[in-house]
């Protein structure tokens, strides 16, 4: 549901009819000042966190005998990661672009105030539900694994076991 609705802005934002705008920053600078902002996401800690979890995650559906081949493992997880970063970067640079097409709009906007901004700007006051929708989703898709983790890591180091998090 959160891939439908991303993708659905983003369309609508590549198929409006602006021209991006022009801009002073060479595209070294631009990369650089948002890789020193980190996207204002928590993308990258966030995946060394879910790690353990993931990893866990590709051994319970493993059959038994692949469990401990750890070459295995790595491909089930390559293969997983390269999807989904390949998702995401795809959602990053459809925004980008669908942004750039209406910076003049969305020159004044908070940073965490574009994506329904850009919203209500493609799709109208009423239809940029939409984007509250999606953010919505996002979040609590990332809570549901941050609270997996945490779980996980209370039954593992702080009642070593004794209290499980997952019950067979």
């Known amino acids: 549901i959160k891939l439908v609705l991303l993708f659905i802005i983003i369309e609508l934002g590549l198929l409006a009819t602006a021209a991006p705008l022009a801009t002073v920053f060479t595209s070294g600078t631009a990369f650089a000042r948002r890789f020193a902002d980190g996207y204002l996401t928590i993308d990258l800690i966030g995946t060394i966190f879910f790690s353990a979890l993931i990893i866990r995650s590709i051994r319970a559906s493993m059959k038994q005998e692949e469990r401990d081949n750890q070459a295995a493992v790595a491909w089930y997880g390559l293969k997983a990661g390269v999807i989904g970063g390949s998702l995401l970067g795809l959602v990053y640079v459809g925004f980008s672009f669908a942004a750039a097409k209406h910076g003049l709009q969305l020159e004044f906007v908070e940073k965490t105030q574009l994506l329904s901004a850009l919203a209500e700007i493609l799709l109208g006051a009423r239809a940029s539900i939409l984007a509250n929708i999606t953010t919505t989703?996002?979040?609590?898709?990332?809570?549901?694994?941050?609270?997996?983790?945490?779980?996980?890591?209370?039954?593992?180091?702080?009642?070593?076991?004794?209290?499980?998090?997952?019950?067979?």
């Open 137 to 168: 989703i996002a979040c609590l898709s990332t809570a549901i694994a941050l609270t997996a983790v945490f779980a996980e890591y209370l039954s593992s180091e702080i009642f070593c076991g004794r209290i499980k998090y997952l019950h067979a």
